[in-house]
């Protein structure tokens, strides 16, 4: 992994621009209607996800979601009856958060925090989460190691730490070598950091690591996935569902990571 020469607000601008998923409805923006969609697209594309978070198993409990965007996830947790502090870096992505939660009746249970989070400390009031999650972030940022430093302040031993990175060894990055594909839908990404499993244990080298599991090989016509159809690319189509999972296992662009902070 080099180091990024962009900086957190060309991260920033880029989010701005396009906030993650928010095309995953062509409903009325900031329906219910729409925001049911995107929730449905987001999970039957990447099913892993709640299965990850676990979402029910947060009930009571607080949690600081780092990078929440759109706020999938983010209310997803909430509805479970978790308490939920959610942190992006884009203000476009956090005004659409908040409008969804209102619309859903869940703002008593967000706190909706703008917050660089390489810095944690400096916008976010001490104390301690029992679980911290940030699926797809971290690898966003430009100092991972400084992110992972900041967010230990808000752990103890029996806090979790749930994250995902992209996988270097991954069919997603084969393709993306190639020139057929880039980390993110739109264009332009300025940082998105792949990771082996050994560089993975060393960044997160302050930390118990827990499991490392690979998942999600996107498997779809990109032309037709865009007008919302799912017709699999002739491979896929062709291989044992068996087989895709093996694949998955394996070359998935997702490593679905479980720490622990230690002393």
């Not at 966003?140 to 994250?163: C, G, K, Y």
């Not at 919302?228 to 690319?233: A, C, S, T």
Request: proline share 5%; hydrophobic share 40%; net charge negative.
């Amino acid at each position: 992994m080099s180091k990024s020469l962009h900086s957190i607000t060309d991260v920033k601008e880029y989010w701005n621009r396009r906030p993650c998923n928010i095309r995953h409805s062509r409903s009325p923006f900031g329906s219910r209607q729409y925001f049911d969609e995107v929730e449905k697209r987001k999970y039957f594309v990447e099913p892993h996800i709640p299965q990850f978070a676990q979402f029910e198993r947060w009930k009571g409990k607080q949690v600081l979601e780092l990078g929440c965007g759109i706020g999938t996830d983010t209310i997803n947790f909430a509805r479970a009856g978790a308490k939920v502090t959610a942190i992006d870096i884009s203000e476009k992505s956090l005004e659409i958060a908040e409008s969804r939660a209102a619309l859903f009746g869940l703002t008593q249970q967000i706190n909706f925090l703008q917050a660089d989070i390489e810095d944690l400390a400096a916008n976010l009031p001490q104390q301690v989460f029992d679980l911290v999650y940030a699926f797809g972030v971290i690898h966003h940022t430009p100092n991972p190691s400084r992110a992972l430093a900041s967010i230990r302040a808000f752990m103890d031993v029996e806090s979790e730490l749930r994250i995902m990175l992209y996988a270097r060894n991954s069919w997603k990055q084969y393709m993306i070598d190639a020139g057929l594909d880039q980390p993110e839908a739109q264009s332009g990404c300025p940082v998105a950091y792949t990771y082996t499993n050994s560089e993975i244990i060393e960044l997160l080298k302050d930390y118990a690591v827990m499991s490392i599991e690979q998942r999600h090989i996107f498997p779809f016509v990109i032309d037709k996935y865009i007008q919302h159809q799912y017709e699999l690319q002739p491979w896929f189509a062709a291989m044992p569902l068996e087989m895709f999972e093996v694949l998955s296992r394996n070359l998935g662009w997702h490593l679905l990571i479980t720490a622990k902070k230690t002393n």
